[in-house]
């Protein structure tokens, strides 16, 4: 079936950049996702990218999709401590959406 | 608030007994969809709704589990005879189907336990 893989965790410093990567294997997937997660507190649509796109920037996220690899990524520039959370990588698979584990991303001061 | 809400926003039980959760939408949302998300993974989609109609069931969605939308707005999860293996946080989603836009609305989740 449908799968999404992302890496569990990720530290930076703050101020630094975070690149969450992901990977998917539903090639028909025509929406791809990331969502926000804080602790207590629903899951947040952050930004997605149609799948005939590269990229996608808005403000501080860049979104890269390389659809022949099956590879997205999320760059949070500037990263700073209110960008703790977990980030799940999400993709359309006809009607409904198949998320990642989740990546803990963590800020170091 | 006009998000998509979930009622209540946690339960505790015991084993066996049954437990029914409410999910109000957007207003304007056609598709209502509900998914589980267990602790260390990402939410993992159970059913969802076009108005009144139920399009899709997982396999997760055991024949305890049952889910409604009679009116098109409103929808209900109820688990039947629970079991520890229950305990999860359910979720609420709606969207309004236009065009290929999928854009899910998530609601805040009941977590639920199963003593």
């Known amino acids: 079936g449908e799968d999404v893989e992302q890496s569990l965790f990720l530290s930076v410093r703050e101020g630094d950049s975070s690149v969450i990567n992901c990977t998917y294997t539903d090639s028909s997937s025509t929406y791809l996702y990331w969502y926000k997660q804080e602790p207590g507190a629903g899951l947040q649509l952050l930004t997605y990218?149609?799948?005939?796109?590269d990229m996608k920037q808005d403000q501080r996220l860049t979104v890269l999709l390389n659809k022949k690899d099956k590879h997205l990524s999320l760059r949070i520039a500037d990263t700073q401590t209110g960008d703790s959370a977990i980030y799940f990588c999400?993709?359309?698979?006809?009607?409904?959406?198949?998320f990642g584990s989740g990546t803990r991303l963590s800020i170091r001061p | 608030d006009t998000g998509v809400s979930q009622d209540p926003r946690h339960k505790i039980t015991k084993r066996g007994q049954n437990v029914t959760f409410r999910c109000d939408p957007i207003?304007?949302?056609?598709?209502l969809y509900w998914y589980r998300q267990t602790l260390g993974q990402g939410p993992e989609f159970l059913t969802y709704?076009?108005?009144?109609?139920?399009?899709?069931k997982s396999r997760l969605l055991s024949d305890r589990f049952s889910a409604e939308r009679p009116k098109g707005s409103f929808s209900t999860l109820e688990i039947q005879r629970t079991e520890q293996g229950d305990s999860a946080m359910y979720l609420c989603?709606?969207?309004?189907?236009?065009?290929?836009?999928?854009?899910?609305?998530f609601g805040p989740g009941t977590r639920l336990t199963v003593l």
């Open positions: 990218i149609f799948s005939n796109m």
């Open positions: 989603a709606s969207s309004f189907r236009s065009g290929g836009d999928n854009e899910q609305f």
């Open positions: 999400a993709v359309s698979s006809a009607s409904k959406i198949i």
């Open positions: 709704f076009q108005n009144e109609a139920q399009l899709e």
């Open positions: 207003s304007e949302h056609n598709r």
